[in-house]
T-cell receptor, first 115, second 116 residues
């Protein structure tokens, strides 16, 4: 595997379900990010981890819970979601989140549908 | 407020022709980078080109070039000799540097269709 991978690629869940999204980067990076991509809206940054420490929570509802056990893995735990949470969730990584000079590499995304 | 505006939701261009995608942004900071990202249908977003705001010279990457007008806060992307593989959503973005966490600020995207 190379780059940034995400599983599953598609997920349909009911509002009472609990599920998790997984992201893995094979680039040796130290920073990882979760973004939400909705149609006709700019990408929204959700969370940032740098060297396994959360450095940014962009006012994300508590029904989204991130976890970063090491610099290569990032999870997004989902519970009691709302239909408006349906979107493409993108994971990204970069060398370090403290420098804007470092390119962010994106995964293919998980298409989430909440029914 | 830090924002990016892409005023062209959709564009179409004939293969081998040239197309320009527009982008304006708003920031009060002086230290930042500007980017164009490409997201092909059902594929990963990749970086197309990057411009350091302190550089006056416009960045180029093969068939892709930018027109960076710092005073006007404008950052357009020109694609020359368009190819079918250029069909994608294109996002303009910028990021400040020097803070504790530097956020990429994205526009809403321009969907480019290259016609054969």
């Amino acid at each position: 595997e190379t780059g940034v991978t995400q599983t599953p690629r598609h997920l349909v869940m009911g509002m009472t379900n609990k599920k998790s999204l997984k992201c893995e980067q094979h680039l040796g990076h130290n920073a990882m990010y979760w973004y939400k991509q909705s149609a006709k809206k700019p990408l929204e940054l959700m969370f940032v981890y740098n060297f396994k420490e959360q450095t940014e929570n962009n006012s994300v509802p508590s029904r989204f819970s991130p976890e970063c056990p090491n610099s290569s893995h990032l999870f997004l735990h989902l519970h009691t979601l709302q239909p408006e949470d349906s979107a493409l969730y993108l994971c990204a990584s970069s060398q370090d989140s403290t420098s804007g000079a470092y390119e962010q590499y994106f995964g293919p995304g998980t298409r989430l549908t909440v029914t | 407020a830090q924002t990016v505006t892409q005023s062209q939701p959709e564009m179409s261009v004939q293969e081998a022709e040239t197309v320009t995608l527009s982008c304006t942004y708003d920031t009060s900071e002086s230290n930042y980078y500007l980017f164009w990202y490409k997201q092909p249908p059902s594929r990963q977003m990749i970086l197309v080109i990057r411009q350091e705001a302190y550089k006056q010279q416009n960045a180029t990457e093969n068939r892709f070039s930018v027109n960076f007008q710092k005073a006007a806060k404008s950052f357009s992307l020109k694609i020359s000799d368009s190819q079918l593989g250029d069909t994608a959503m294109y996002f303009c973005a910028f990021i400040h540097y020097g803070g504790a966490t530097n956020k990429l600020i994205f526009g809403t995207g321009t969907l480019l269709a290259v016609q054969p």
